[in-house]
T-cell receptor, first 110, second 116 residues
Framework: TQLLEQSPQFLSIQEGENLTVYCNSS?????LQWYRQEPGEGPVLLVT?????EVKKLKRLTFQFGDARKDSSLHITAAQPGDTGLYLC??????????FGKGTRLHILP | ETGVTQTPRHLVMGMTNKKSLKCEQH?????MYWYKQSAKKPLELMFV???????ENNSVPSRFSPECPNSSHLFLHLHTLQPEDSALYLC???????????????FGSGTRLTVV
């Protein structure tokens, strides 16, 4: 059974600080997606990474896919209250099945 | 209206009730999905419809019954549910049947279901 482990489960930091959250698996994925879910809403796709070692930037968010395509990280620079939410990673297997992690719940304190 | 719309947003039902959740997508996507989101668990795929045909049913109990009358509408019919079925039910759509392309899923806002 393929699993995606996200860490930490919860993170509460002050506005302006930097942070990194992780998504790890023992399985190889053809691509990996990151979503953000705000309270009372559905997840919204932020980015898809496809190539091992790939780095994508979305304003203050930097996403990296591991060289072996088994893990990924999300780094946020100078966190803002608007970054608060549940961050979900989803791995796409070669058979196109998508596995979600449990998520990292991020709270940015003003 | 654009995106994926789910109704109702909140639903409280007794264990003997019958209710339906509705999902509508205005994106021209070919595939639609039902997911269950429970606290401290990953998103669980329930049903997949591609071009209006059910292509996957992940061993969901028969008290959940999906219906996809056309490529824009998806329903989840509920009957004799259990309290452990209380969760956020999310509808999603994607351009193709996998959701694995760069476009990923577009999710609705969900229906918060409470079974009493």
């Amino acid at each position: 059974t393929q699993l995606l482990e996200q860490s930490p489960q919860f993170l509460s930091i002050q506005e302006g600080e930097n942070l990194t959250v992780y998504c790890n698996s023992s399985s190889v994925f053809s691509s990996l997606q990151w979503y953000r879910q705000e309270p009372g809403e559905g997840p919204v796709l932020l980015v898809t990474v496809v190539t091992g070692g790939e780095v994508k930037k979305l304003k203050r968010l930097t996403f990296q896919f591991g060289d072996a395509r088994k893990d990924s990280s999300l780094h946020i620079t100078a966190a803002q209250p608007g970054d608060t939410g549940l961050y979900l990673c989803a791995g796409v297997a070669d058979n196109d099945k998508i596995i979600f992690g449990k998520g990292t719940r991020l709270h940015i304190l003003p | 209206e654009t995106g994926v719309t789910q109704t109702p947003r909140h639903l409280v039902m007794g264990m003997t009730n019958k209710k339906s959740l509705k999902c509508e997508q205005h994106l021209g996507h070919n595939a639609m999905y039902w997911y269950k989101q429970s606290a401290k668990k990953p998103l669980e795929l329930m049903f997949v419809y591609s071009l209006e045909e059910r292509v996957e049913n992940n061993s969901v109990p028969s008290r959940f019954s999906p219906e996809c009358p056309n490529s824009s509408h998806l329903f989840l019919h509920l009957h004799t549910l259990q309290p452990e079925d209380s969760a956020l039910y999310l509808c999603a759509s994607s351009q193709d049947g996998s959701g694995g392309t760069g476009y990923g899923y577009t999710f609705g806002s969900g229906t918060r279901l409470t079974v009493v």
